[in-house]
């Protein structure tokens, strides 16, 4: 069974910073983190940002240069840097993972974490 543990979130105000951690484990085969997605309440979720197993990077354009996804291989955790924070940036963010073997950029992969909430205040 594959568990993603997500931390890092929080309550932080409008301009400052949260850096979000995933650890995974787990699982008869390779699985490695390689996404981030959020959903806001009454919306649907969304991506924030991927970077499979070749070390390629994907953003949402509402993120692009405020946020920066990273992956410590031998920890087989994933980091969102989330920078300028937005009100608009609240959400539950989630954890999204999938074989180590993944190169595309286009998620989701299989496997999903419980998330963990961050709200940025006006």
């Known amino acids: 069974q594959v568990h993603l543990v997500e931390s890092g979130g929080g309550l932080v105000q409008a301009g400052g910073s949260l850096r979000l951690s995933c650890a995974a484990s787990?699982?008869?085969?390779?699985?490695?983190?390689m996404g981030w997605y959020r959903q806001a309440p009454g919306k649907e979720r969304e991506l924030v940002a991927t970077?499979?197993?070749?070390?390629?990077?994907n953003y949402a354009d509402s993120v692009k240069g405020r946020f920066t996804i990273s992956r410590d291989n031998f920890e087989n955790t994933l980091y969102l840097q989330m920078n300028n924070l937005k009100p608009e940036d609240t959400a539950r963010y989630y954890c999204?993972?999938?074989?180590?073997?993944?190169?595309?950029?286009?998620?989701?992969?299989?496997?999903w974490g419980q998330g963990t909430q961050v709200t940025v205040s006006s």
């Open positions: 999204n993972a999938g074989e180590c073997t993944e190169v595309s950029v286009k998620g989701p992969y299989p496997y």
């Open positions: 787990g699982g008869t085969t390779c699985i490695a983190p």
């Open positions: 970077m499979p197993n070749d070390g390629t990077t």
